[in-house]
């Protein structure tokens, strides 16, 4: 099973990355958007959208999902206006 943040590989075209998103369809396509850890001239390479059986997990949790706090706290309910006079 794949989870973000783990580093994947094609089995089809060797591209490598750390899966950075993941997009069901309706249809049960699962795909995942891989972003390559690599730099091309000095500049970050477009991450791929890849299949989730193309993909094999080469390094689990290479990066971690960081804990997400809500912010804020309780809010009251906002007070209703009155609704506009109708035109004529």
């Known amino acids: 099973m794949i989870n973000l943040g783990d580093r994947v590989k094609s089995k089809i075209t060797g591209f490598t990355g750390i899966a950075v998103s993941r997009a ?7 795909r995942f958007q891989v972003q390559p850890e690599t730099l091309k001239d000095g500049k970050q390479l477009e991450s791929e959208w890849v299949d989730d059986v193309e993909l094999q997990v ?10 997400r706090k809500r912010p804020g706290g309780p809010h009251p309910n906002p007070e209703r206006s009155r609704p506009l006079p109708a035109r004529s």
């Open 24 to 30: 069901e369809f309706l249809n049960g396509c699962i």
């Open 58 to 67: 080469e390094t689990t949790g290479v990066h971690q999902l960081p804990e």
